[in-house]
């Protein structure tokens, strides 16, 4: 018995080594691809990574690992170095909070801060993730910064130093330098969103204000620059960036810029003007953004020729690509096999990948899950809907307070509170951290009207914006370990999330007979044909801001439910503002005194597991 679990896991340990991709995941599909753009100067992106450096254990098109990226870039940069092109790597940030190799460990990050410095990259900014908590802002200063030997900027951010207490910049405000194999002179800036809800640890500073600021102005006057490169979490549409663009453009009116974003979560790409492009390349490890730049000086040629004859002399092109992260994609582009593309650097970072995932019981099993449950990809109501499944069979069964289990109640989940899909086949440790990576925990009022309570599920989902408008940096939801979480965010921005369901546009390629399997289909600035893999079109629905399940209540000796007179008005923490401002709006008189925490300590996402653990036990 202890020999064989003794070889077992020799055997588990020897094909976490010598593969690539994690032990779990799934063989990539073959699909029909479009070439990458390469160019003069050229750019790999990742962004809102969200601790997901193991890859989609359950979706063939996602399963690269960060040990997989690293040999995708070793052996681009070995392509970009033959043909005497540049390759750059930028991260922009929303690097945690998640998923489990991130949430798992105690403290938070222990596995993926080592993981996630293997990656040699260029330039690198903080997201608003990194900035909720003063421990994990402390190790981006502390840890992260020095780990990008100087490449990690912070334009517009300060951190209170912890061990001298004084107010500094997180990372150098700009850097320039100049590419390896052509010496063109790039001038980068890294910057956070007008952001708010960061701990007091740090200090985040608008964007407006930073480039009236003399550094700013003194950088961007600077006349021997080829390229400015703008990395920022930022979305390519928000104030934010075309604020930096026209700062820029007032004494730069001619030389390229390139913008790299994130913060929303969507594949995008915009142009500020014909020298001057933006790059958002989605989240959660799904997407590398490929960009390229051609007909860009190349270092001092530029400054003595006057502005005209330069504007004639070269006039970039801008090209993108949106690389499906998977070893599929990945063969292809660097043309190269399963045999001749993994680095020896990629296996070991697989290797530490799986190593970690071990140690921190990430398959861990609660069930297995019977069917696909969709959080965009079916409508709600349905039978495939995840919000349908904890409406119907979920709520019903685990939100019971001992002392009031037969008081009927109105129970009322925000959908925003659930991040991602389930699976048919394991739910996991990792698949909890997944789908609902956050600190929901239950509260009540006592005895409420049934009139008013029953109100409450039709005006939340109204988006009076008065009453339940939500700040534009909860708009992405906050993790497990935040007391807040967005309620209204599904039906705003994230409905063009993965640019699904516009589905007017046809891309089959009849050159290749290989079948298309749903994917992204994105539609950007530039047309239709960013994406690196053509897939057929996914359907996305948006959903309801909360659903209201129904519990205990009367029936009639028909069988039929009754109207109680008096309800549980039951709900999840976050949503506590919004329900008492339109119980106010309502005319009644509850205030925050009358409402008291639900089923105490337990948490939604441990009432999710357990009644997996019920509900959907053995094999798959
Ligand atoms: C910062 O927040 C912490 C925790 O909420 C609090 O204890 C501390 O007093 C605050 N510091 C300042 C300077 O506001
Ligand atoms: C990969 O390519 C190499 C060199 O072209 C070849 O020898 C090898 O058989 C290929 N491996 C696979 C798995 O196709
Ligand atoms: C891979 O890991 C081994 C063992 O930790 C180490 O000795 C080796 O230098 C690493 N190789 C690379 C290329 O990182």
Not at 30 to 36: F, G, I
Not at 481 to 500: C, I, K, M, P, V
Request: aromatic share 10%; net charge negative; proline share 6%.
């Amino acid at each position: 018995m202890i020999l064989r679990s003794t070889s077992c896991w020799v055997l588990v340990t020897l094909v976490a080594l010598g593969r690539s991709t994690q032990p779990s995941a799934p063989e990539p599909v073959s699909a029909p691809l479009r070439e990458l753009p390469w160019g003069q100067l050229n750019f790999l992106h990742t962004t809102d990574t969200h601790g997901w450096h193991a890859g989609h254990l359950q979706e063939p098109s996602f399963t690269g690992d960060w040990g997989d990226y690293i040999s995708f870039a070793q052996r681009l940069h070995a392509k970009a170095d033959n043909e005497g092109r540049d390759l750059l790597l930028i991260d922009t940030g929303d690097r945690i909070e998640g998923n489990g190799l991130y949430d798992a460990s105690d403290p938070k990050g222990l596995y993926t801060r080592a993981i996630f410095k293997e990656q040699h990259i260029h330039v690198i900014c903080t997201g608003n993730h990194e900035l909720y908590h003063k421990a994990s802002s402390d190790n981006e200063y502390l840890s992260t910064v020095p780990n990008s030997h100087g490449n990690y900027l912070a334009s517009n951010l300060d951190i209170i130093d912890p061990n001298s207490d004084e107010r500094v910049p997180l990372a150098p405000r700009f850097k320039k330098f100049t590419t390896k194999n052509q010496g063109i002179r790039i001038l980068a800036f890294g910057f956070l969103f007008d952001f708010k809800g960061n701990a007091n640890n740090t200090i985040v500073e608008p964007v407006e204000k930073t480039v009236r600021q003399r550094w700013f102005l003194e950088a961007i006057h600077d006349r021997e620059v080829d390229l400015f490169l703008v990395v920022g979490h930022v979305p390519l549409d928000s104030s934010e960036f075309p604020t930096i663009f026209k700062a820029i453009r007032q004494v730069q009116w001619d030389t390229p810029i390139q913008f790299f974003g994130g913060h929303t979560h969507i594949r995008d790409y915009l142009e500020y003007d014909s020298k001057a492009y933006g790059l958002e390349s989605g989240r959660y490890m799904e997407t590398i953004g490929f960009m390229s730049i051609t007909g860009l000086s190349t270092g001092g040629q530029s400054s003595t020729r006057p502005p005209v004859a330069e504007a004639i002399r070269s006039s970039p092109k801008f090209a993108r690509r949106y690389i499906d992260n998977n070893l599929y994609s990945f063969h292809h582009h660097s043309f190269l096999n399963s045999t001749t593309f993994p680095t020896a650097h990629g296996r070991n970072v697989t290797a530490m990948i799986a190593l970690a995932r071990k140690d921190l019981k990430l398959d861990h099993r609660f069930g297995c899950a019977p069917q696909d449950l969709w959080t965009n990809r079916a409508p709600f109501p349905h039978q495939k809907s995840i919000f349908s499944w904890l409406q119907v069979q979920v709520l019903p069964d685990v939100v019971s307070e001992t002392t009031r289990k037969d008081v009927p109640r109105l129970v009322i989940v925000n959908t925003g509170g659930i991040r991602f899909d389930i699976f048919k086949g394991p739910f996991t440790i990792d698949t909890t951290y997944t789908v609902s990576p956050f600190t929901s925990r239950f509260r009540y009022i006592k005895d409420v009207p049934f009139q008013t309570a029953k109100r409450l599920k039709r005006i939340l989902n109204q988006n009076v914006p008065q009453l339940v408008e939500i700040p534009h940096e909860l708009a992405t939801h906050l993790p497990v370990s935040s007391r807040t979480q967005a309620a209204a965010f599904e039906g705003s921005r994230e409905s063009s999330d993965l640019n699904y369901g516009l589905a007017n546009q046809m891309p089959l390629s009849s050159e290749n007979d290989l079948p298309l399997i749903p994917g992204y289909t994105t539609h950007d600035a530039a047309g239709s044909d960013g994406d690196d893999t053509i897939h057929s079109p996914i359907k996305f629905y948006t959903v309801p801001n909360v659903i209201e399940s129904r519990v205990a209540f009367p029936t009639s000796e028909a069988g039929d439910a009754e109207d109680p007179e008096k309800v549980d008005l039951v709900y999840i923490d976050f949503i506590e503002p919004y329900i008492l401002r339109i119980l106010k709006f309502l005319g009644t008189g509850y205030e925050i005194g009358d409402t008291e925490a639900y089923m105490e300590g337990k948490q939604l996402t441990e009432l999710i597991s357990e009644w997996v653990e019920g509900n959907w036990g053995g094999d798959c």
